[in-house]
């Protein structure tokens, strides 16, 4: 395409106004630190049209066909970011879908985390950002085609390289907003999954992948049928967080290496795997009725972005915990602790990497957030709480499981002296059965209201069964009409260390849809203590591979963390 625009094409102050405003180093304008100042800025409640994608292999394929219909739907921006972004055929294919969008006059940003997307062959995003050599014009917003010329922007966040960049500071964040500045053509997904064909449940042939993850995400658009007009959008709103994310001063700008036409393979490949991703039957299937998917598959309601932006630069992380949590007007953490104060008839908890915090100082314990749950419950006599987590047969991260059975678990369900026991060796805990087949075990293990869930059964492969239990990577908690859904695993890390993000909803018809994936959930899970449970670990550990090497040693494993702190890092 030429670099001379249109004959008809205009010179529109607002869409220079836009470009200038997305380009990395615009923040230099801006007379105040954005991280702190949405640190200390609440976000506004936005009427918004929502949709839940859960964790069904249907879910799945359409999780993956809306990314790529959002981005070939894309009329003027797109900003997408990932914690992981693989250049497998599913990556290959987003970047493919990206390149077209700039042909088409749509100005592309894209920002991966450097820890994250560490595999990431950076050619691929310089590739995406040679389709510059060919982009057209960006629209205003009445449609009409501009001088101004589409662009990419490439970056790593927090990257490696350069000077003073803090390794442990992780973009966590899962997003892709089209038309964000666009008033009623905005849209947002968010949640758990990453681009890699590993959270959408195929493989490159198309046929079922085995070991995938059972995630969740929420599709956010502004209302079509709105009459007022914000002051700040909900669209700006996700534009704007991307935006100060991508400002920062530690990112690395992606910049060619050669002449555009050296990466042409490299974009040709990208076109070829976008092609092949949509031919896979589900894919197809699920983009010809998105127009008919996305015209009724809508809860309306209202949804506030939470973050945990300020950690990016926060200090003292572990010391001032509590102190940097409740500084951040919109931090997860925060709001959700703001649930103690409700009364809700059921509060259902899903995560992959679950832990109930406990801050102390100079020794003494200042917050213990399981003394609060439960604490909760006392005051609640009719309300119930429900956790629905991983187990030592679905987790991928060995380290906090440790965690969750030897301590987040026993923690809400068993007196101390009984927490004491359980984590002693196999001998005198597990294969206890004057512990375990007591009836002060089962009657403990059996709260009738505080259940907590691991996913995965008796009839699993690797259990000798027939059915292949996906990885739980979903973050999601619902409280009666309102919930979140987002990226944090509510674990030390994420409350601590990462950015994450999502969005608390008010909204009884989409808590209802999402009651009904966490019951999908339970219906594949065993209680924490069961005999049921008990027996996976025990034949877990009978069996051969490395799950079953981590099963026999998950209490050594705990103690290390223990010993070490590490706990705070996972």
């Known amino acids: 395409m030429s670099d001379c625009p249109p004959l008809a094409a205009i010179e529109d102050e607002e869409t220079k106004l836009l470009l200038k405003q997305r380009s990395y180093g615009f923040d230099k304008e801006i007379p105040v630190d954005l991280i702190q100042f949405a640190r200390n800025t609440s976000s506004p409640v936005n009427k918004a049209e929502m ?105 790593i966040f927090n990257a490696l390289s350069k000077v003073g960049a803090k390794p442990n500071r992780r973009s966590h964040d899962k997003l892709i907003v089209i038309d964000g500045t666009f008033p ?20 490159e042939d198309g046929s079922l992948n085995t070991h995938s993850y059972s995630d969740a995400d929420i599709l956010v658009r502004e209302p079509r049928e709105a009459t007022e007009t914000d002051t700040y959008p909900l669209g700006r709103v996700m534009e704007t967080y991307f935006s100060i994310l991508f400002y920062f001063d530690k990112n690395k700008i992606v910049n060619l290496r050669a002449h555009a036409d ?26 010809t009725t998105m127009p008919v998917y996305l015209t009724g598959g809508f809860h309306t309601g209202s949804v ?20 940097n949590l409740n500084k951040s007007q919109q931090s997860i953490s925060a709001m959700m602790n703001r649930f ?41 006599p009719h309300s119930k709480i429900e956790i629905i987590t991983n187990s030592v047969l679905t987790s991928d991260n060995p380290f906090t499981q440790a965690i969750i059975d030897l301590n987040l678990a026993p923690r809400l369900l068993l007196p ?9 060796r196999l ?72 950015s994450e993000m999502g969005f608390f909803f008010e909204s009884a018809a989409m808590a209802r849809e999402i009651n009904q994936n966490t019951d999908r959930l339970i219906q594949q899970s065993y209680r924490w203590g069961s005999p049921d449970w008990l027996e996976i670990r025990k034949r877990l550990r009978a069996s051969k591979g490395q799950k079953a090497i981590l099963a026999r040693n998950q209490r050594t494993l705990y103690k290390l963390i223990e010993n070490t702190g590490l706990s705070w890092l996972l």
């Open 51 to 155: 949709m839940f994608l859960g964790s069904t292999e249907q879910d799945a394929l359409s999780a993956l066909a809306v990314r790529i219909w959002m981005i070939e739907n894309a009329k003027h921006t797109v900003d997408a970011m990932y914690y992981i972004f693989q250049d497998d055929f599913v990556g290959k294919a987003i970047l493919g879908a990206l390149c077209n969008a700039v042909s088409r006059g749509v100005d592309v940003r894209i920002m991966v985390d450097s820890l994250g997307s560490i595999s990431l062959n950076k050619k691929h995003l310089r590739a995406l950002k040679s389709c510059e050599a060919s982009a057209g014009f960006l629209r205003n917003k009445e449609g009409k085609e501009t001088i101004h010329k589409a662009r990419v922007q490439a970056a």
């Open 184 to 203: 009623k053509k905005a849209y947002g997904i968010t949640g758990g999954r990453n681009i890699s064909m590993d959270y959408f449940g195929i493989l």
């Open 262 to 287: 050296r990466y042409k393979m490299t974009r040709a490949e990208h076109q070829q795997q976008l092609a092949a991703v949509k031919n896979i039957p589900g894919i197809r299937q699920a983009l």
């Open 304 to 323: 506030v972005l939470a973050h945990e932006i300020a950690n990016i630069t926060n200090k003292n992380v572990v010391t001032r915990a509590t102190e």
């Open 340 to 380: 103690d104060s409700e009364s809700y008839r059921r509060i259902r908890i899903v995560s992959p990497y679950l832990f109930s915090a406990q801050y102390s100082r100079n020794g003494e314990v200042i917050l213990d957030e399981a003394k609060i749950m439960l604490a909760w419950l006392e005051k609640h």
């Open 416 to 424: 101390e002296h009984m927490q004491v026991q359980w984590k002693k």
């Open 427 to 498: 001998s005198k805990s597990e294969l206890n059965t004057d512990l375990i087949e007591s009836e002060e075990w089962i009657k403990l293990t059996n709260h009738p209201r505080l259940s907590i869930y691991t996913l995965g059964r008796l009839d699993a492969v690797e259990l000798g069964g027939n059915k292949h239990y996906a990885k739980l990577h979903a973050k999601y908690v619902t409280a009666d009409n309102v919930g979140f859904v987002g990226t944090s695993n509510f674990d030390y890390r994420s409350r601590l260390y990462n």
